[in-house]
């Protein structure tokens, strides 16, 4: 059994998943206390298989699998990110993922509140698009 992620772990995961479209290198503004140790840290990301390192550029970028111990997960029919999935488990086949736009695409969100004087956004309702 493996053992839970560390503080810095979970630090450099969050961080790796919210800035620069996912991905880390040496020259990137983020850094745990220093390079080294940031390298250092995600190596041990990298181990688990949380994150993946380009040998070539020292680039980590973050899996799926990373992003699915912070709990975001990608919805199996448009491919986006959501962190509140709908799980279907049909009797044929193993467990799918599904973002709430892709579970009731012919429900419409609610609307928004503008600012500007309490007046109201009109939302248009949200339709699946067929292939």
């Not at 840290?41 to 181990?47: D, F, R, S």
């Not at 969100?109 to 007046?119: F, H, M, N, Q, V």
Request: hydrophobic share 35%; charged share 20%.
């Amino acid at each position: 059994m493996t053992r839970p992620l560390g503080h810095h772990q979970l630090t450099a995961l969050s961080a790796l998943a919210r800035l620069n479209s996912g991905t880390w290198s040496p020259d990137c503004a983020w850094r745990l206390h220093s390079v080294a140790y940031t390298a250092r840290v995600l190596n041990t990301l990298v181990e688990r298989e949380y994150a993946t390192r380009s040998s070539a550029t020292g680039r980590y970028a973050i899996t799926e699998q990373g992003l699915n111990k912070l709990g975001w997960f990608t919805c199996g029919n448009c491919t986006r990110l959501t962190r509140s999935p709908v799980f279907e488990q049909p009797c044929t086949s193993e467990r799918q993922v599904r973002c709430s736009w892709c579970v009731a695409p012919e429900q419409a969100p609610p609307a928004r509140e503008s600012g500007l004087g309490g007046t109201r956004v009109p939302v248009t309702p949200v339709r699946k698009v067929t292939a």
